[in-house]
């Protein structure tokens, strides 16, 4: 994930500031297991994958730090995983 965020962000120029340093800040953080922009760049969203023990103070932490960063909060939308798509009986 952090490869491809940072290929995009190099081959053709569609980060921020901001995206780049939320997928920076994740690679020194306990549980994080990857991050990338999603959506069409220019200032979209980044997905962040985190062991589900560590989501609550990387959640915490993140929005403390971008705050400080940038001088106003993120939004964030914590998301689970599931099995996906599935026949309901």
Request: with cysteine; hydrophobic share 40%.
């Amino acid at each position: 994930m952090y490869a491809t965020h940072h290929a995009l962000r190099e081959a053709y120029q569609i980060s921020c500031p901001e995206l780049d340093f939320v997928v920076d800040w994740t690679q020194q953080q306990p549980g994080a297991l990857g991050a990338k922009m999603i959506g069409e760049g220019f200032g979209g969203s980044v997905l962040c994958l985190v062991k589900k023990p560590f989501a609550t103070p990387f959640i915490e932490q993140l929005e403390t730090t971008y705050l400080q960063k940038f001088g106003f909060s993120p939004t964030l939308y914590p998301i689970h995983m599931s099995n996906g798509v599935s026949i309901l009986a």
